[in-house]
């Protein structure tokens, strides 16, 4: 499962007055790196116009009003059809090119579920489990043919040639239609659960059971109609689509899985792509997929690598979508009542906005009581309570000095295999207290660990294993140890025998009766990488990278024989065996379980494809604790081991309200998730490192120096040491009388919105212990403290200023009435940014008694958040997305650059060449364009130099008229990368490579004696 790219996935959606319009940009194509000069012309091109920018890609060129919801679409090919409420079904000219046209109309008065044309017929469902089937060969005029009357529901259906396949419920039904007077029953198959989808492929039939994974009937075997084959799949199936023998699942939540179907009695994972959400729909042409999801996002992927399915482009549609049509560089889409045409031919999106977030890298884990020890890579020590594993809470988290690769825990102390800072011993008698006692330095890379007495046996990649005595926590000593040939990953301690998954090297074994003097026994090495190993009675089971599992008699310890081998889809990192079971962790195909009670003959019984890379599993009862890279900490109930499911998680759970910056991290009110931390360091790939749970919905969150303060509901006030992010933690709170709400600081004050008692001004000099000073009892839709004053965004269409200084008697100074009622304010103690309902912002001047408006400037959406950085105003909308704002001018701001959003957008902070927004489960980061300043030329042009450091890919360019109208021309403007530079070749280069070869010759000559030996 690839690295979730959504890439704020430059979502593009409509601007107010959108269209291609009579816009032009000359040139239309530039090269990054190179300063040029930019020419906008267009009629509308007048006094007061600006030109902004935006990141391109896909846009509708074409749309029609259907006349009514849409509920079903399908593509002939020359025309599309569509079932429309009220109307039946209506044929389109559906050639790319012109303008859509209806050219035909059948009314029905049923109501049609699904539509499908094969040929010269059309195939459709209605809600009665009707099937109506017309001579489609004259789209003008179609032809009523055959209607079959299927007895029940149809939930699906497929066509092959002559043969008709149904979905009755949890049945599948075959008819031979080749006589469409007399249909003729083939075949008839019950499932234990309904059909959620349906594809046929000449014999085959691939029936999607939601839940339940993927089942395949054959109809050309001996039985009518018998299961072939199946694979339980990690999600909900939802659609199904086929291409050279592999299937594509939209698989509801776990997004797309890729399903290797050339064998259909022993189908295998081909890959997957959790990044897509709840998915709904899939299309496969060529080298490209397109998914829709349930929030009606269309993602666009390179399929090349099926293992490794990639998204290329993305759009974001502004209704539900009903069904979709795809084409080479173009998708139809019915949305509500209208059909769009969507053109996704540019695939060239500027990379400026972030990966998914990588949600920590936890590697391994330690399960003990009710606590799961976890090794971080990112984080360090992680101690989890795992009592309610439907939710895992974050008690604490230690940083170490290294990248945690493995743990180990006994008494009042982890052991932790640290990488390049060797071995790391820790106090953990008190959870959410952990201090550091002892450490050793080693000469390889401190991995995974065993615990003999005072023993421990530890894997040092890259140079074999050490034992360290531990006697004493604070003093660890190295006592022996073997350099090995391969690169150590895992290491196994069974009646003093180390056994180590030693890569290329392949098992190794030592006998460790003497550990001062360790001794080789044996080795089995059938090429590839062994990367974990787990010893059970005389049976080694090795896990290799590259090569599956392999299992091992070791009844002659010295001379290990391999019993069974299983090839696993993916690459293969850790192993866990409880009773019968293996557990298979293996990384981005998720994780695998066999049975192996029979060691001869391991069994695949179950499988989970999980959001990111599964590297370490540890199982107790019928629960699996998944290390999932990229994914963060997951819980699986495997009480069913056919089905595993995901039950628990932790990050990226809860949406985050509102995150601001410091420095190189984020700190976020996550409703319930208290306060989440990110590591920014890389903007664009940022990385979840620690949270704060906390009592109460965290729905708002300030930050002054070292101090985060965050409103948390019911719980009050709570106040955060942030000094150590990784291990930030709660200080002080302070209750208010009903649920806070949202917070603002300045200096010595803290003012709480809260929702009983109003805002409630704290006294916070001393963080550990604020202190309740008064209220001010008015409902206000936002607000600001600079020093000893508020600022009200008041729900009676106002901009209020109250006098704190005295903060038991607060008291209104001024109050400015407005016409756009105010529902965000932001500012200092000179200016105030204040954004209206109907999404125009208000600038005032902020000066002690000089409460005045300076400007407006309408952005048309209405605005979520607004953040202020450099004479830039920068406002997120649930539309556009991000808007940046010029505002060094204050009584000319002026739009420059359009930033399309995913979702809702419910925050904005700006930190230097990135803006960071909350609004989903993971922060999304976005690179900054650089501004463009246009100026007005002669005639109906606006002019402008491109900077040289303008990413590669396509733009909008969007006119904005001085009455606030846009014209957008997509794609308008392409910047490629920099054409090769032809290199110069001069004589002093040949000359300077000569005198170098002729220094070579004579210090060989000089190595050997003056002959030409061989090398």
């Not at 930019?38 to 029609?64: D, F, H, M, S, T």
């Not at 339980?232 to 594509?248: I, M, P, R, W």
């Not at 120096?705 to 040491?721: E, K, N």
């Given at each position: 499962m690839?690295?979730?790219v959504?890439?704020?996935?430059?979502i593009?959606p409509?601007?107010?007055?959108?269209?291609?319009?009579p816009?032009?940009?000359e040139p239309?194509?530039?090269?990054?790196?190179?300063?040029r000069?930019?020419l906008?012309?267009?009629?509308?091109v007048?006094?007061?116009?600006?030109v902004?920018?935006?990141?391109?890609?896909?846009y509708?060129k074409?749309?029609?009003?259907a006349?009514?919801?849409?509920?079903?679409?399908?593509?002939?090919?020359?025309?599309?059809?569509?079932?429309?409420?009220?109307?039946?079904?209506?044929?389109?000219?559906g050639s790319?090119?012109?303008p859509p046209a209806?050219?035909?109309?059948?009314?029905?008065?049923?109501?049609?579920?699904g539509i499908?044309?094969e040929g010269?017929?059309?195939?459709?469902?209605?809600?009665?489990g009707?099937l109506w089937i017309?001579?489609?060969?004259?789209?003008?005029?179609?032809?009523?043919?055959k209607?079959?009357?299927?007895?029940?529901?149809?939930?699906?259906?497929d066509?092959q040639?002559d043969?008709l396949?149904?979905?009755?419920?949890?049945r599948v039904?075959?008819?031979?239609i080749?006589d469409?007077a007399h249909p003729l029953?083939m075949?008839?198959y019950?499932?234990?659960?309904?059909?959620?989808?349906?594809?046929?492929r000449?014999?085959?039939?691939f029936?999607?059971?939601?839940?339940?994974g993927v089942r395949v009937l054959?109809l050309g075997?001996?039985a009518?109609?018998?299961?072939?084959?199946?694979?339980?799949?990690?999600?909900?199936?939802?659609?199904?689509a086929?291409?050279?023998?592999?299937?594509y699942v939209?698989?509801?939540?776990t997004?797309?899985t890729v399903?290797?179907?050339?064998?259909?009695s022993?189908i295998?994972w081909?890959?997957?792509h959790?990044?897509?959400?709840?998915?709904r729909?899939?299309?496969?042409?060529?080298d490209?997929?397109?998914?829709v999801?349930?929030?009606?996002?269309?993602?666009?992927?390179d399929?090349g690598?099926?293992a490794?399915?990639?998204?290329?482009?993305?759009?974001?549609?502004p209704?539900?979508?009903a069904?979709i049509g795809?084409r080479?560089?173009e998708?139809?889409?019915a949305?509500?009542?209208?059909l769009?045409?969507?053109?996704?031919?540019?695939?060239?999106?500027p990379r400026?906005?972030?990966?998914?977030v990588n949600?920590?890298?936890?590697r391994?884990?330690?399960?003990?009581d009710?606590?799961?020890?976890?090794?971080?890579?990112?984080?360090?020590?992680?101690?989890?309570d795992v009592?309610?594993p439907?939710?895992?809470l974050?008690?604490?988290?230690?940083?170490t000095?290294?990248s945690p690769?493995?743990i180990l825990?006994?008494?009042?102390?982890?052991?932790?295999g640290d990488?390049?800072?060797g071995?790391?011993?820790?106090?953990?008698?008190?959870?959410?207290?952990v201090k550091?006692?002892?450490?050793l330095?080693?000469?390889g890379?401190?991995?995974t660990?065993e615990?003999?007495?005072?023993?421990?046996?530890?894997?040092?990649?890259?140079?074999?294993f050490?034992?360290?005595?531990v006697?004493?926590v604070?003093?660890?000593?190295?006592i022996?140890?073997?350099?090995?040939?391969?690169n150590?990953?895992?290491?196994?301690?069974?009646?003093?025998k180390?056994?180590?998954?030693d890569?290329?090297?392949g098992?190794l074994i030592?006998?460790?009766?003497?550990?001062l003097?360790?001794r080789?026994?044996?080795?089995f090495?059938p090429?590839?990488?062994a990367?974990?190993?787990v010893?059970?009675?005389?049976?080694?089971?090795?896990?290799f990278?590259?090569d599956?599992l392999?299992?091992?008699?070791?009844s002659?310890?010295?001379?290990?024989k391999?019993?069974a081998?299983f090839?696993?889809p993916g690459?293969c990192?850790?192993?866990?065996?409880?009773?019968r079971?293996l557990?298979?962790?293996?990384?981005?195909?998720g994780?695998?379980i066999?049975?192996?009670?029979?060691p001869?003959?391991p069994?695949?019984?179950?499988?989970?494809?999980?959001q990111?890379?599964v590297?370490?599993?540890?199982v107790?009862?019928?629960?699996?604790y998944v290390?999932d890279?990229?994914?963060?900490?997951?819980?699986m109930?495997?009480?069913d081991r056919?089905?595993p499911?995901?039950?628990?998680?932790y990050?990226?759970r809860?949406r985050l309200e509102r995150?601001?910056i410091?420095?190189?991290?984020?700190?976020?009110?996550?409703?319930?998730?208290?306060?989440q931390?990110?590591?920014?360091?890389?903007?664009?790939?940022p990385?979840?490192?620690?949270?704060v749970?906390?009592?109460?919905?965290?729905g708002?969150?300030?930050?002054?120096?070292?101090?985060?303060?965050?409103?948390?509901?019911?719980?009050g006030l709570?106040?955060?040491?942030?000094?150590?992010?990784y291990?930030?933690?709660?200080?002080?709170r302070l209750e208010?009388?009903g649920?806070?709400?949202r917070v603002?600081?300045?200096?010595a004050?803290?003012v709480v919105?809260?929702d009983?008692a109003?805002?409630?001004i704290?006294?916070?000099?001393d963080?550990?212990?604020?202190r309740?000073?008064?209220v001010?009892?008015?409902?206000?839709?936002?607000?600001?403290?600079e020093?000893?004053r508020?600022?009200l965004?008041g729900k009676?269409?106002?901009v209020?200023?109250?006098d704190i200084?005295d903060?038991?008697?607060p008291?209104?100074?001024?109050?400015?009435p407005?016409?756009?009622?105010?529902v965000?304010?932001?500012g200092?103690?000179?200016r105030?940014?204040?954004?209206?309902?109907?999404?125009?912002v208000?600038i005032f001047?902020?000066a002690?008694?000089?409460?005045?408006?300076?400007?407006?400037?309408?952005?048309?959406?209405?605005v979520n958040?607004?953040?202020?950085?450099?004479?830039?105003?920068?406002?997120?909308?649930?539309?556009?997305?991000?808007?940046?704002v010029?505002i060094?001018?204050?009584?000319?701001?002026v739009?420059?650059?359009?930033?399309?959003?995913?979702?809702?957008?419910?925050?904005?902070?700006?930190n230097?060449l990135h803006?960071?927004l909350?609004?989903?489960g993971?922060?999304r980061?976005?690179?900054?364009?650089?501004r463009m300043?246009?100026?007005?030329?002669?005639?109906?042009?606006?002019?402008?130099?491109?900077?040289p450091?303008?990413p590669?890919?396509v733009?909008?360019?969007i006119?904005i008229?001085?009455?606030?109208s846009?014209?957008?021309l997509?794609n308008?403007?392409?910047v490629?990368?920099p054409?090769?530079?032809?290199?110069?070749?001069t004589m002093?280069?040949?000359q300077?490579i000569?005198?170098?070869?002729?220094?070579r010759v004579r210090?060989?000559?000089?190595d050997?004696?003056?002959s030409?030996?061989?090398?």
């Amino acid at each position: 499962m690839a690295l979730v790219v959504l890439v704020a996935i430059l979502i593009t959606p409509s601007l107010h007055a959108a269209g291609q319009g009579p816009l032009s940009v000359e040139p239309s194509v530039v090269h990054a790196g190179q300063q040029r000069g930019i020419l906008v012309r267009g009629p509308a091109v007048g006094n007061g116009a600006r030109v902004a920018i935006a990141p391109g890609g896909p846009y509708i060129k074409r749309g029609l009003p259907a006349g009514g919801n849409i509920q079903a679409v399908a593509l002939g090919p020359d025309h599309v059809f569509a079932a429309v409420d009220g109307l039946g079904i209506v044929s389109l000219d559906g050639s790319s090119g012109g303008p859509p046209a209806v050219v035909g109309r059948y009314r029905l008065s049923a109501s049609i579920t699904g539509i499908l044309a094969e040929g010269d017929r059309l195939f459709a469902s209605d809600r009665s489990g009707n099937l109506w089937i017309f001579d489609a060969s004259q789209p003008e005029s179609l032809l009523w043919l055959k209607t079959i009357r299927a007895g029940g529901g149809i939930s699906g259906f497929d066509v092959q040639g002559d043969r008709l396949f149904l979905a009755l419920g949890s049945r599948v039904r075959v008819l031979d239609i080749a006589d469409l007077a007399h249909p003729l029953a083939m075949g008839d198959y019950a499932f234990d659960s309904p059909v959620t989808a349906l594809l046929a492929r000449g014999d085959l039939c691939f029936a999607g059971l939601g839940e339940d994974g993927v089942r395949v009937l054959d109809l050309g075997g001996p039985a009518p109609l018998a299961m072939a084959g199946g694979y339980n799949t990690s999600g909900f199936v939802k659609d199904l689509a086929l291409l050279e023998g592999y299937l594509y699942v939209a698989d509801g939540g776990t997004g797309l899985t890729v399903l290797d179907v050339r064998d259909v009695s022993d189908i295998r994972w081909a890959g997957s792509h959790n990044g897509l959400g709840d998915l709904r729909f899939i299309a496969v042409r060529g080298d490209r997929a397109l998914g829709v999801n349930e929030e009606s996002r269309l993602h666009l992927l390179d399929i090349g690598r099926r293992a490794r399915p990639k998204i290329v482009s993305a759009y974001r549609m502004p209704d539900g979508a009903a069904g979709i049509g795809f084409r080479p560089g173009e998708a139809l889409v019915a949305a509500g009542d209208r059909l769009h045409w969507i053109d996704f031919s540019q695939e060239a999106i500027p990379r400026i906005a972030s990966n998914e977030v990588n949600l920590g890298g936890s590697r391994k884990v330690f399960l003990r009581d009710n606590l799961a020890y976890v090794a971080n890579w990112f984080s360090g020590l992680q101690i989890w309570d795992v009592s309610m594993p439907r939710r895992p809470l974050l008690m604490s988290t230690f940083l170490t000095p290294g990248s945690p690769k493995g743990i180990l825990v006994r008494g009042d102390y982890a052991y932790m295999g640290d990488d390049d800072w060797g071995l790391q011993i820790m106090d953990i008698s008190d959870p959410l207290n952990v201090k550091a006692v002892g450490g050793l330095k080693l000469p390889g890379l401190a991995y995974t660990l065993e615990l003999e007495g005072d023993l421990l046996y530890l894997a040092d990649h890259g140079r074999g294993f050490r034992i360290i005595d531990v006697s004493d926590v604070t003093n660890p000593r190295l006592i022996g140890g073997v350099d090995t040939p391969g690169n150590t990953w895992g290491i196994d301690l069974v009646d003093n025998k180390v056994y180590l998954a030693d890569d290329e090297a392949g098992l190794l074994i030592f006998d460790v009766t003497d550990p001062l003097h360790p001794r080789q026994t044996g080795q089995f090495k059938p090429g590839g990488a062994a990367e974990d190993v787990v010893v059970r009675g005389d049976k080694a089971y090795v896990a290799f990278f590259d090569d599956g599992l392999h299992i091992l008699d070791l009844s002659q310890p010295g001379d290990p024989k391999p019993l069974a081998h299983f090839p696993t889809p993916g690459h293969c990192r850790s192993l866990e065996i409880q009773g019968r079971y293996l557990y298979l962790s293996n990384w981005k195909s998720g994780m695998q379980i066999l049975d192996v009670e029979n060691p001869a003959r391991p069994v695949l019984v179950g499988q989970y494809d999980t959001q990111g890379a599964v590297w370490d599993v540890r199982v107790r009862d019928d629960i699996a604790y998944v290390m999932d890279w990229w994914g963060g900490f997951t819980l699986m109930d495997i009480s069913d081991r056919a089905s595993p499911r995901a039950i628990g998680t932790y990050q990226g759970r809860e949406r985050l309200e509102r995150m601001l910056i410091k420095g190189d991290y984020g700190f976020a009110a996550a409703g319930p998730g208290g306060m989440q931390v990110f590591d920014f360091k890389n903007p664009l790939y940022p990385v979840w490192i620690a949270a704060v749970e906390l009592t109460g919905f965290a729905g708002d969150i300030d930050l002054q120096g070292d101090l985060a303060f965050v409103a948390s509901g019911t719980s009050g006030l709570h106040i955060m040491d942030i000094r150590e992010p990784y291990e930030s933690r709660p200080i002080g709170r302070l209750e208010t009388p009903g649920s806070a709400r949202r917070v603002r600081v300045s200096g010595a004050i803290a003012v709480v919105e809260d929702d009983a008692a109003g805002l409630v001004i704290a006294d916070i000099r001393d963080p550990a212990h604020p202190r309740l000073l008064g209220v001010h009892r008015e409902r206000v839709n936002d607000y600001l403290v600079e020093g000893d004053r508020l600022f009200l965004a008041g729900k009676n269409a106002s901009v209020d200023v109250v006098d704190i200084s005295d903060p038991r008697s607060p008291r209104r100074i001024k109050r400015l009435p407005v016409e756009d009622e105010p529902v965000i304010i932001r500012g200092d103690r000179r200016r105030l940014f204040v954004a209206g309902k109907r999404g125009t912002v208000r600038i005032f001047n902020a000066a002690p008694g000089d409460l005045k408006e300076v400007s407006a400037i309408a952005l048309r959406e209405a605005v979520n958040d607004l953040a202020i950085r450099d004479g830039v105003l920068y406002a997120t909308s649930a539309g556009s997305g991000l808007f940046e704002v010029d505002i060094s001018r204050p009584r000319e701001p002026v739009i420059k650059n359009f930033y399309p959003g995913s979702r809702r957008l419910t925050g904005v902070d700006v930190n230097g060449l990135h803006a960071f927004l909350a609004g989903e489960g993971v922060p999304r980061v976005i690179k900054l364009l650089p501004r463009m300043a246009w100026k007005r030329t002669e005639g109906p042009a606006m002019a402008a130099t491109l900077p040289p450091d303008m990413p590669v890919g396509v733009y909008d360019v969007i006119l904005i008229g001085a009455d606030g109208s846009r014209e957008r021309l997509p794609n308008g403007l392409t910047v490629r990368p920099p054409p090769p530079a032809k290199k110069k070749f001069t004589m002093a280069d040949f000359q300077k490579i000569l005198k170098a070869k002729q220094e070579r010759v004579r210090s060989r000559s000089s190595d050997t004696g003056g002959s030409s030996a061989p090398r």
